[in-house]
C-alpha cells in the first residue's frame, strides 16, 4: 500500500460515485488498515504529496486526520505503527504544510497536524518545558513560519490556526516562553494581512481560554488593546469571514472574560458593541451580540455592577434586533405558526428577543439580583417604542414584554403592560393583532391570578369574539391558541356568560378545515372549565368529534389531530359526568387501544402522549368502570418503563440531532455519556402520570396490577437522565404502597417497603452519592414518601432505628462538608482581601450550601416520616439523639441550622403527641421565640408548630403568651393591605399558619378573661381568609365552615348578621386550591340547608359572579 499508484486506485474506489464500487473501496480499506497499517499511512502521505488529482489529496487529508484522531489510546492505529513510521507522519505533515499552494488543502493538513498534536502531547498542568518532547519539531516549525513574514499570508495563518487549535495540549510551551510569544501574537496583530491578524486575535483567545493561572495571563494583557485595534480593523475589511471567525473564536468562557475583564469598558464593549450594532454583514452582527451575552453569562455580577454602560448598551443592539422584521405581511400570514419559518425569515428579530430573554434571566440570578434596574431601562425602552405608532416598534414594545413579564413581580407593573396590549388587539396591522395575542398567552403563563382576575378577565375575554372572526387566517389562529392559555386560568363564572357565543364561533371552525386543529382544543379549554355548563352542547359535539377520531384512525398524517380529539373527548366526558359518558367512553377506550396498534408508528408518535393524558381523565371521571380497560392499556403503558438512554458512541451520525436529552453515566468506574430523544423522555414522564393517576383514582380495586407495576417499576429507579423521573418513579411506589393497604394486603405493603429500601439505602449511603446530594435527596424524598403512604405499623424497632441512625449521620456528615466548604470559602476571601488572588466577586456563589441544605431537609423529613407511623419506637430508640441534634442546631448560629431545628420541632409537636409532651418545656420556647424572627423562612415553621402544639393539653402554660406573639403576626402582617411585589408571599403565609395557632389556642386552650378572648376571635375573624399556604388555608376555611354550621355566637354574630360575609368568602374559595374537598362538600350542604329565599336574601350585597356561583352551589348540593 506504500505504492502510489495503489493507494490512487483506492482513493478512486472510496471517493466513487457508484454505491458497488465505493463498498468495495471501503472494504479493501478497512482490511488494509487491519493488515499493513504503516503501509496506509504512507501511502495517504504519499497521496497527499504527489496526486494530480485534487479530489483524492482532499480525501487523503481527510483519513489521515481520521487516523490520528485518539492516536493516545493503546489500542489506536498509531499505537500499532512503527517508531519510523510515526516519524515519519509527523515530519511529513510539517513538510507537507510548508509547501503546499492549494489553500483548501492547506488548512486539511494544518487540521491534521493539531488533531495529532493534540493526542500525542500530554503535559501536566504545572510542567513549564521549552518543548514538546512528543513532537519537538512542532513548535519551532510552526513558530518559524508564523514569524517568517516573506512566507505566503495564507500559510502563515493557518500556522497561526495550528497553535490556536493547539493550545489546550501545548498552552506550557507558550507560558514557558511567554516573551517570544508576546512578541510573536504582536507581531500577527498588527500585520497587513486581515487573516493574520484575524488568527492571531483567536489565538489570543485560545491562550487566555487555557492558561490556567491568571498570573501566567498577566503578560498577555498589554496586547488587549491591540487586540481590539485589529478587531475595528477586522470591521472595516471588504471580506467579513475573518472578522466573523474571531467573534466567533471570542464567545467567552469564563476564563476569557476574566481575561478581558479590566478592559471592558475601555476597548471591549465601544468595539464590539459598534459591530453589533452597525456592521453591514449580518453574521457579524449576530456573533458581536452573542460575543456581549455569552460575556454577561460568564461574569455576571460583574457586569450589571461593576459596568454600568453595558446592559444598556447591548438592550439597545438587542431593540435593533428585534425590530428588524420582514416588511412582506402576506408571506408572514401564508406562513404556519406551528414551524419556525418566522425565525429563519427574521433571524435577527429572534436573537434580539432572545437576547432580552437572556438579560432578564441573568439579571434575576439571586447572586446578581439586578432586575429592577434591568427592568426601568427596558420600561423606558418599551414606552417609546409605543409612544412610536410604527408597527415594527410596536411589535418590538410587545417582544420585550414577552421576554420580561415572567420575571415582574410587581402587579401594578403588569397591570401597565395588559393595558398597553388591550389596544394593539384591534390594532389595524396583522402582525401587531397576531402579536397582541400571543403575548396575552405569555401573560396568562406567567401572571395567571392576574390575568385571570374578574377585572381582566371581564376586559379581554369580548376581544375574542373579535379575535375569531379577524381578516387574516393567522391572527385567528393566534386567538384561539392564545384563549387554551387563558380559558384555563379563568373561573366558571368568569367564562359562562361568554360560552354560548365562542362555542356558535368555534363550532363552524370544527369541521375540516385549517382551524380544525386549534378549534378541537379550544372546546376542550371551555369544558374543562365550565363543566356541567357544557353539557348542552354534548350531544352535537360529541358526533363530530368521534367522526374525527374515525376519519384520523389509522392515517399516519394526522397524528396530532387524533391526539387532539382524544384530549377533547376526555375533557368533555368529564364535565358532562360519569353516566352521560360513559357509553362514549367505553367506546373511546377502544379507539385509544386501536389507535395504539396501528403499525409503522413513529418514535415520537404525538397520539401516545395524548392517550395517556386522555385515559387518566377517562379513569377519573368513569372510576370502577374504568377497570375493565386496565388490563389492556396498562402492558402497552407499563412498556414505556423500559426506555432508556443509548451510549453515545453506539448512535450513527444520523441519529444525533436537536430532540435530544443528554447525561454523563457511571458505569465500570467510568464516565460515558447517554442520549435519549426528548419524546420518549416525555413518554416516560407521561407513563408514570398515567399509572399513577390509575392507583390513585381505582384504590384499593388496582391492587390486583400493584406487583406487575411494581416489576416494571423497578428499571426506572436507576433512570440516569434526570432525577424527576427517579422522583416520579418513588412517588408511584409510595402510591403502590397505598393501594396494597387499601385493598388490607399488608403483606404485599411490607414487601414493598422492604424492596424499596434495600434498593435505595445503600445508594445513599454511598460515597459517590455523598458527592451529589441533589442525587442522593431523590433517593431520601423516596423513603419518605413510601413510608408516609404505607401507613403504621411496616417498620421493625431495628429497621425504624437503622433509619434514624441513617438520618443523624447522613446529617452530621453534610454539615461536615459545609464546614470545610466554609473555610475554604474564607480562605479564599481573605486571600483576595490581601491582595494574594484577584478580587472576582463572580468567583463565589452566595448559595452554595443549597444543595446540601436540602439534602439536610429531606433528611428530616424521612425522621417525621418514622415519628409519624412509628412514635413510640423513635421515642425510645431515637429521641435522645435527636435532640442533641436539634439543640446543636440551634445553638449553631445558623439561620439555615435553626430553620431546620424548627422543622425538627414541628415534627416532635406535630407528631409524637403525649408520647412527646415531655418535651414541650424544651422545645415550645424556641418555637415561640422565634414568631417575630424577621425572616419569613424561620417565622413560618415557628407559627407552623404553635399552631400544632396548641392542640395539646401540655401546652396550657405557654398558651397566653403564645397568643399574644401569633395575634401580633397576624395583625402586623395583614394590616399592610395587599402588596403588590410577590415577594410578600412568604409574609402573608407566615400569617397563615399564625391564623391557625389563633383558631387553635381559641379551640384547645383557656386564655383568661373574655375580653381577651373577644379580641382573639376578632384577629382570627379578620385576619380571614388564608392568602397563600392551602394547607393552613383549607384547614381555617375548615374550622370557619365548621362553626358556621355550630352557629358560634363569635363567628355568626347577633341574629346570624355576620353569616352573609363569611358566605360569601366560603363562596369566592368554593372548589379553589384553598379548600378542600370536604369543606366543598360542607359549603355545599350549608347552602342548601339555608334554602333558596334566605340565600336570596343574604346575597343581596353579593356581586354579580358571587351570585352566579352560588346558585351553581345550590344547584350541585340539591342533586
Same mark, same amino acid.
Given at each position: 500500500m506504500a505504492?502510489?499508484?495503489?493507494?490512487?486506485?483506492?482513493?478512486?474506489?472510496?471517493?466513487?460515485?457508484?454505491?458497488?464500487?465505493?463498498?468495495?473501496?471501503?472494504?479493501?480499506?478497512?482490511?488494509?488498515?487491519? %493488515?499493513?497499517?504503516?503501509? #496506509?499511512?504512507? @501511502? +495517504? &502521505?504519499?497521496? !497527499? =504529496?504527489?496526486?494530480?488529482?485534487?479530489?483524492? $489529496?482532499?480525501?487523503?487529508?481527510?483519513?489521515?486526520?481520521?487516523?490520528?484522531?485518539?492516536?493516545?489510546?493503546?489500542?489506536?492505529?498509531?499505537?500499532?505503527?512503527?517508531? %519510523?513510521?510515526?516519524?515519519? #507522519?509527523?515530519? @511529513? +505533515? &510539517?513538510?507537507? !504544510? =510548508?509547501?503546499?499552494?492549494?489553500?483548501?488543502? $492547506?488548512?486539511?493538513?494544518?487540521?491534521?497536524?493539531?488533531?495529532?498534536?493534540?493526542?500525542?502531547?500530554?503535559?501536566?498542568?504545572?510542567q513549564r518545558p521549552s518543548n514538546c518532547e512528543a513532537w519537538p519539531q512542532l513548535m519551532p516549525t510552526l513558530l518559524g513560519i508564523v514569524c517568517d513574514t516573506s512566507q505566503a499570508a495564507g500559510l502563515r495563518a493557518d500556522c497561526i490556526w495550528a497553535m490556536k487549535e493547539l493550545a489546550v495540549s501545548v498552552w506550557q510551551v507558550l507560558v514557558a516562553n511567554i516573551d517570544q510569544t508576546v512578541q510573536v501574537v504582536r507581531g500577527c496583530l498588527s500585520d497587513s494581512n486581515f487573516s493574520v491578524k484575524a488568527e492571531a486575535v483567536s489565538l489570543m483567545c485560545s491562550l487566555a481560554d487555557n492558561i490556567e493561572k491568571r498570573s501566567e495571563r498577566k503578560p498577555l494583557h498589554p496586547l488587549i488593546p491591540e487586540m481590539m485595534n485589529s478587531i475595528v480593523a477586522l470591521a472595516k475589511s471588504e471580506d467579513p469571514k475573518p472578522l466573523d471567525n474571531v467573534l466567533q473564536n471570542m464567545q467567552c468562557s469564563t476564563e476569557v472574560a476574566d481575561f478581558l475583564k479590566d478592559s471592558i469598558g475601555s476597548h471591549f464593549l465601544p468595539v464590539i458593541a459598534e459591530i453589533a450594532k452597525g456592521h453591514g454583514d449580518e453574521d457579524c452582527k449576530k456573533s458581536a451580540l452573542e460575543v456581549l451575552l455569552t460575556y454577561m453569562d460568564s461574569k455576571p455580577k460583574f457586569v450589571f455592577t461593576k459596568v454600568p454602560e453595558y446592559i444598556p448598551k447591548v438592550i439597545e443592539i438587542c431593540i435593533d434586533f428585534i425590530t428588524t422584521l420582514d416588511e412582506d405581511v402576506d408571506a408572514w400570514a401564508s406562513r404556519d405558526d406551528d414551524d419556525d419559518a418566522d425565525d429563519e425569515v427574521e433571524v435577527l428579530h429572534k436573537l434580539g428577543r432572545d437576547g432580552i430573554d437572556r438579560i432578564c434571566r441573568c439579571a434575576s440570578q439571586p447572586q446578581v439580583d439586578c432586575f429592577g434596574a434591568v427592568q426601568e431601562v427596558l420600561k423606558q425602552a418599551m414606552a417609546a417604542m409605543f409612544a412610536s405608532g410604527g408597527w415594527k416598534q410596536v411589535?418590538?414594545?410587545?417582544?420585550?414584554?414577552?421576554?420580561?413579564?415572567?420575571?415582574?413581580?410587581?402587579?401594578?407593573?403588569?397591570?401597565?403592560?395588559?393595558?398597553?396590549?388591550?389596544?394593539?388587539?384591534?390594532?389595524?396591522?396583522?402582525?401587531?393583532?397576531?402579536?397582541?395575542?400571543?403575548?396575552?398567552?405569555?401573560?396568562?403563563?406567567?401572571?395567571?391570578?392576574?390575568?385571570?382576575?374578574?377585572?381582566?378577565?371581564?376586559?379581554?375575554?369580548?376581544?375574542?369574539?373579535?379575535?375569531?372572526?379577524?381578516?387574516?387566517?393567522?391572527?385567528?389562529?393566534?386567538?384561539?391558541?392564545?384563549?387554551?392559555?387563558?380559558?384555563?386560568?379563568?373561573?366558571?363564572?368568569?367564562?359562562?356568560?361568554?360560552?354560548?357565543?365562542?362555542?356558535?364561533?368555534?363550532?363552524?371552525?370544527?369541521?375540516?378545515?385549517?382551524?380544525?386543529?386549534?378549534?378541537?382544543?379550544?372546546?376542550?379549554?371551555?369544558?374543562?372549565?365550565?363543566?356541567?355548563?357544557?353539557?348542552?352542547?354534548?350531544?352535537?359535539?360529541?358526533?363530530?368529534?368521534?367522526?374525527?377520531?374515525?376519519?384520523?384512525?389509522?392515517?399516519?398524517?394526522?397524528?396530532?389531530?387524533?391526539?387532539?380529539?382524544?384530549?377533547?373527548?376526555?375533557?368533555?366526558?368529564?364535565?358532562?359526568?360519569?353516566?352521560?359518558?360513559?357509553?362514549?367512553?367505553?367506546?373511546?377506550?377502544?379507539?385509544?387501544?386501536?389507535?395504539?396498534?396501528?403499525?409503522?408508528?413513529?418514535?415520537?408518535?404525538?397520539?401516545?402522549?395524548?392517550?395517556?393524558?386522555?385515559?387518566?381523565?377517562?379513569?377519573?371521571?368513569?372510576?370502577?368502570?374504568?377497570?375493565?380497560?386496565?388490563?389492556?392499556?396498562?402492558?402497552?403503558?407499563?412498556?414505556?418503563?423500559?426506555?432508556?438512554?443509548?451510549?453515545?458512541?453506539?448512535?450513527?451520525?444520523?441519529?444525533?440531532?436537536?430532540?435530544?436529552?443528554?447525561?454523563?453515566?457511571?458505569?465500570?468506574?467510568?464516565?460515558?455519556?447517554?442520549?435519549?430523544?426528548?419524546?420518549?423522555?416525555?413518554?416516560?414522564?407521561?407513563?408514570?402520570?398515567?399509572?399513577?393517576?390509575?392507583?390513585?383514582?381505582?384504590?384499593?380495586?388496582?391492587?390486583?396490577?400493584?406487583?406487575?407495576?411494581?416489576?416494571?417499576?423497578?428499571?426506572?429507579?436507576?433512570?440516569?437522565?434526570?432525577?424527576?423521573?427517579?422522583?416520579?418513579?418513588?412517588?408511584?411506589?409510595?402510591?403502590?404502597?397505598?393501594?396494597?393497604?387499601?385493598?388490607?394486603k399488608g403483606d404485599v405493603v411490607g414487601a414493598l417497603v422492604m424492596e424499596f429500601l434495600q434498593r435505595v439505602l445503600p445508594k445513599i449511603e454511598d460515597e459517590k452519592a455523598k458527592a451529589e446530594p441533589f442525587i442522593a435527596k431523590t433517593g431520601i424524598d423516596g423513603i419518605t414518601t413510601c413510608l408516609k403512604k404505607a401507613g403504621p405499623n411496616i417498620l421493625s424497632v431495628d429497621q425504624a432505628k437503622h433509619l434514624c441512625q441513617t438520618v443523624l449521620k447522613l446529617t452530621m456528615e453534610s454539615l461536615k462538608r459545609r464546614a470545610a466548604e466554609a473555610s475554604e470559602r474564607a480562605s479564599l476571601k481573605a486571600a483576595k482581601r490581601e491582595g494574594v488572588v484577584p478580587d472576582d466577586d463572580d468567583d463565589l456563589d452566595d448559595d452554595w450550601d443549597n444543595e446540601e441544605q436540602s439534602l439536610r431537609v429531606a433528611l428530616q423529613e424521612v425522621a417525621g416520616a418514622v415519628m409519624e407511623h412509628h412514635p413510640q419506637i423513635f421515642v425510645a430508640q431515637a429521641m435522645g439523639d435527636f435532640v442533641q441534634l436539634v439543640q446543636q442546631l440551634a445553638q449553631s448560629g445558623s439561620s439555615e441550622d435553626k430553620k431546620l431545628a424548627l422543622f425538627y420541632i414541628c415534627d416532635f409537636v406535630d407528631n409524637l403527641g403525649s408520647e412527646g409532651s415531655q418535651h414541650y418545656q424544651q422545645f415550645v420556647p424556641a418555637l415561640l421565640e422565634e414568631v417575630h424572627n424577621q425572616d419569613p423562612e424561620i417565622r413560618q415553621p415557628a407559627c407552623y408548630g404553635v399552631s400544632r402544639a396548641a392542640k395539646q393539653p401540655a401546652f396550657a402554660p405557654l398558651a397566653a403568651q403564645a397568643a399574644e406573639r401569633v395575634a401580633r403576626v397576624v395583625t402586623e402582617t395583614r394590616g399592610r393591605g395587599k402588596k403588590k411585589k410577590t415577594s410578600e408571599k412568604l409574609a402573608q403565609a407566615c400569617a397563615d399558619n399564625a391564623l391557625s395557632a389563633v383558631i387553635n389556642i381559641l379551640l384547645h386552650q383557656d386564655i383568661g378573661d373574655a375580653a381577651a378572648k373577644a379580641q382573639l376571635w376578632n384577629v382570627w375573624l379578620s385576619g380571614l381568609p388564608c392568602q397563600v399556604d392551602e394547607e393552613e388555608a383549607a384547614y381555617n376555611h375548615g374550622v370557619l365552615l365548621k362553626l358556621i354550621c355550630e352557629e358560634?355566637?363569635?363567628?355568626?354574630?347577633?341574629?346570624?348578621?355576620?353569616?352573609?360575609?363569611?358566605?360569601?368568602?366560603?363562596?369566592?374559595?368554593?372548589?379553589?386550591?384553598?379548600?378542600?374537598?370536604?369543606?366543598?362538600?360542607?359549603?355545599?350542604?350549608?347552602?342548601?340547608?339555608?334554602?333558596?329565599?334566605?340565600?336570596?336574601?343574604?346575597?343581596?350585597?353579593?356581586?354579580?359572579k358571587q351570585k352566579k356561583k352560588l346558585m351553581r352551589i345550590f344547584r350541585e348540593a340539591s342533586k
Amino acid at each position: 500500500m506504500a505504492n502510489a499508484g495503489e493507494m490512487t486506485q483506492l482513493l478512486e474506489c472510496l471517493g466513487a460515485a457508484d454505491g458497488d464500487r465505493r463498498r468495495n473501496g471501503e472494504k479493501m480499506y478497512e482490511e488494509a488498515l487491519k %493488515s499493513q497499517p504503516d503501509g #496506509v499511512l504512507t @501511502g +495517504l &502521505l504519499m497521496a !497527499l =504529496k504527489s496526486s494530480d488529482q485534487v479530489p483524492h $489529496r482532499e480525501l487523503a487529508a481527510v483519513l489521515l486526520r481520521r487516523q490520528v484522531l485518539n492516536a493516545d489510546g493503546k489500542d489506536s492505529l498509531w499505537h500499532r505503527l512503527q517508531e %519510523s513510521t510515526r516519524a515519519s #507522519v509527523c515530519s @511529513g +505533515l &510539517l513538510e507537507l !504544510l =510548508k509547501f503546499e499552494q492549494n489553500a483548501k488543502i $492547506r488548512r486539511k493538513i494544518a487540521d491534521c497536524i493539531q488533531s495529532l498534536g493534540n493526542e500525542i502531547i500530554t503535559l501536566l498542568s504545572d510542567q513549564r518545558p521549552s518543548n514538546c518532547e512528543a513532537w519537538p519539531q512542532l513548535m519551532p516549525t510552526l513558530l518559524g513560519i508564523v514569524c517568517d513574514t516573506s512566507q505566503a499570508a495564507g500559510l502563515r495563518a493557518d500556522c497561526i490556526w495550528a497553535m490556536k487549535e493547539l493550545a489546550v495540549s501545548v498552552w506550557q510551551v507558550l507560558v514557558a516562553n511567554i516573551d517570544q510569544t508576546v512578541q510573536v501574537v504582536r507581531g500577527c496583530l498588527s500585520d497587513s494581512n486581515f487573516s493574520v491578524k484575524a488568527e492571531a486575535v483567536s489565538l489570543m483567545c485560545s491562550l487566555a481560554d487555557n492558561i490556567e493561572k491568571r498570573s501566567e495571563r498577566k503578560p498577555l494583557h498589554p496586547l488587549i488593546p491591540e487586540m481590539m485595534n485589529s478587531i475595528v480593523a477586522l470591521a472595516k475589511s471588504e471580506d467579513p469571514k475573518p472578522l466573523d471567525n474571531v467573534l466567533q473564536n471570542m464567545q467567552c468562557s469564563t476564563e476569557v472574560a476574566d481575561f478581558l475583564k479590566d478592559s471592558i469598558g475601555s476597548h471591549f464593549l465601544p468595539v464590539i458593541a459598534e459591530i453589533a450594532k452597525g456592521h453591514g454583514d449580518e453574521d457579524c452582527k449576530k456573533s458581536a451580540l452573542e460575543v456581549l451575552l455569552t460575556y454577561m453569562d460568564s461574569k455576571p455580577k460583574f457586569v450589571f455592577t461593576k459596568v454600568p454602560e453595558y446592559i444598556p448598551k447591548v438592550i439597545e443592539i438587542c431593540i435593533d434586533f428585534i425590530t428588524t422584521l420582514d416588511e412582506d405581511v402576506d408571506a408572514w400570514a401564508s406562513r404556519d405558526d406551528d414551524d419556525d419559518a418566522d425565525d429563519e425569515v427574521e433571524v435577527l428579530h429572534k436573537l434580539g428577543r432572545d437576547g432580552i430573554d437572556r438579560i432578564c434571566r441573568c439579571a434575576s440570578q439571586p447572586q446578581v439580583d439586578c432586575f429592577g434596574a434591568v427592568q426601568e431601562v427596558l420600561k423606558q425602552a418599551m414606552a417609546a417604542m409605543f409612544a412610536s405608532g410604527g408597527w415594527k416598534q410596536v411589535i418590538g414594545g410587545m417582544d420585550i414584554m414577552f421576554m420580561m413579564v415572567e420575571f415582574v413581580d410587581d402587579e401594578a407593573m403588569v397591570d401597565q403592560m395588559l393595558q398597553g396590549i388591550l389596544p394593539q388587539l384591534s390594532a389595524s396591522h396583522p402582525r401587531v393583532r397576531g402579536c397582541a395575542w400571543s403575548l396575552i398567552a405569555q401573560f396568562a403563563t406567567d401572571h395567571e391570578e392576574i390575568v385571570a382576575n374578574e377585572t381582566w378577565s371581564a376586559r379581554i375575554l369580548p376581544h375574542y369574539l373579535t379575535g375569531m372572526d379577524d381578516s387574516c387566517p393567522r391572527v385567528v389562529v393566534r386567538c384561539m391558541v392564545s384563549f387554551q392559555y387563558l380559558g384555563e386560568c379563568l373561573e366558571r363564572e368568569d367564562l359562562e356568560p361568554l360560552v354560548q357565543p365562542l362555542m356558535e364561533k368555534v363550532g363552524a371552525k370544527i369541521q375540516a378545515g385549517p382551524y380544525q386543529s386549534k378549534a378541537i382544543p379550544f372546546i376542550a379549554v371551555i369544558a374543562r372549565q365550565v363543566e356541567d355548563s357544557f353539557t348542552p352542547y354534548y350531544s352535537t359535539l360529541m358526533p363530530l368529534m368521534k367522526e374525527v377520531v374515525r376519519a384520523t384512525l389509522h392515517n399516519v398524517e394526522d397524528r396530532q389531530l387524533l391526539g387532539r380529539c382524544f384530549e377533547c373527548i376526555s375533557l368533555m366526558g368529564k364535565a358532562v359526568g360519569r353516566q352521560a359518558f360513559k357509553a362514549d367512553g367505553e367506546h373511546i377506550l377502544d379507539a385509544m387501544v386501536k389507535a395504539s396498534q396501528v403499525p409503522n408508528l413513529p418514535a415520537n408518535d404525538p397520539v401516545q402522549e395524548y392517550t395517556m393524558s386522555a385515559a387518566e381523565r377517562i379513569c377519573m371521571t368513569l372510576k370502577e368502570d374504568f377497570l375493565p380497560f386496565v388490563p389492556r392499556l396498562l402492558p402497552g403503558i407499563l412498556a414505556k418503563f423500559n426506555a432508556s438512554p443509548k451510549d453515545l458512541s453506539s448512535l450513527e451520525d444520523g441519529e444525533i440531532g436537536k430532540d435530544l436529552e443528554i447525561g454523563m453515566l457511571q458505569e465500570g468506574g467510568e464516565q460515558k455519556y447517554v442520549l435519549m430523544r426528548s419524546s420518549e423522555l416525555q413518554d416516560l414522564q407521561g407513563a408514570l402520570e398515567c399509572v399513577q393517576t390509575f392507583v390513585e383514582q381505582l384504590e384499593g380495586s388496582f391492587s390486583p396490577f400493584v406487583q406487575q407495576t411494581a416489576m416494571a417499576l423497578l428499571p426506572v429507579f436507576d433512570f440516569p437522565l434526570g432525577e424527576d423521573i427517579r422522583e416520579m418513579a418513588h412517588r408511584l411506589w409510595g402510591a403502590l404502597c397505598q393501594c396494597a393497604g387499601k385493598a388490607n394486603k399488608g403483606d404485599v405493603v411490607g414487601a414493598l417497603v422492604m424492596e424499596f429500601l434495600q434498593r435505595v439505602l445503600p445508594k445513599i449511603e454511598d460515597e459517590k452519592a455523598k458527592a451529589e446530594p441533589f442525587i442522593a435527596k431523590t433517593g431520601i424524598d423516596g423513603i419518605t414518601t413510601c413510608l408516609k403512604k404505607a401507613g403504621p405499623n411496616i417498620l421493625s424497632v431495628d429497621q425504624a432505628k437503622h433509619l434514624c441512625q441513617t438520618v443523624l449521620k447522613l446529617t452530621m456528615e453534610s454539615l461536615k462538608r459545609r464546614a470545610a466548604e466554609a473555610s475554604e470559602r474564607a480562605s479564599l476571601k481573605a486571600a483576595k482581601r490581601e491582595g494574594v488572588v484577584p478580587d472576582d466577586d463572580d468567583d463565589l456563589d452566595d448559595d452554595w450550601d443549597n444543595e446540601e441544605q436540602s439534602l439536610r431537609v429531606a433528611l428530616q423529613e424521612v425522621a417525621g416520616a418514622v415519628m409519624e407511623h412509628h412514635p413510640q419506637i423513635f421515642v425510645a430508640q431515637a429521641m435522645g439523639d435527636f435532640v442533641q441534634l436539634v439543640q446543636q442546631l440551634a445553638q449553631s448560629g445558623s439561620s439555615e441550622d435553626k430553620k431546620l431545628a424548627l422543622f425538627y420541632i414541628c415534627d416532635f409537636v406535630d407528631n409524637l403527641g403525649s408520647e412527646g409532651s415531655q418535651h414541650y418545656q424544651q422545645f415550645v420556647p424556641a418555637l415561640l421565640e422565634e414568631v417575630h424572627n424577621q425572616d419569613p423562612e424561620i417565622r413560618q415553621p415557628a407559627c407552623y408548630g404553635v399552631s400544632r402544639a396548641a392542640k395539646q393539653p401540655a401546652f396550657a402554660p405557654l398558651a397566653a403568651q403564645a397568643a399574644e406573639r401569633v395575634a401580633r403576626v397576624v395583625t402586623e402582617t395583614r394590616g399592610r393591605g395587599k402588596k403588590k411585589k410577590t415577594s410578600e408571599k412568604l409574609a402573608q403565609a407566615c400569617a397563615d399558619n399564625a391564623l391557625s395557632a389563633v383558631i387553635n389556642i381559641l379551640l384547645h386552650q383557656d386564655i383568661g378573661d373574655a375580653a381577651a378572648k373577644a379580641q382573639l376571635w376578632n384577629v382570627w375573624l379578620s385576619g380571614l381568609p388564608c392568602q397563600v399556604d392551602e394547607e393552613e388555608a383549607a384547614y381555617n376555611h375548615g374550622v370557619l365552615l365548621k362553626l358556621i354550621c355550630e352557629e358560634k355566637a363569635e363567628v355568626v354574630g347577633e341574629n346570624g348578621s355576620n353569616v352573609p360575609r363569611w358566605l360569601a368568602l366560603l363562596v369566592d374559595h368554593y372548589q379553589g386550591e384553598l379548600t378542600s374537598d370536604e369543606t366543598d362538600t360542607g359549603i355545599g350542604q350549608l347552602v342548601v340547608r339555608l334554602g333558596q329565599a334566605r340565600l336570596e336574601q343574604m346575597a343581596s350585597s353579593f356581586s354579580d359572579k358571587q351570585k352566579k356561583k352560588l346558585m351553581r352551589i345550590f344547584r350541585e348540593a340539591s342533586k
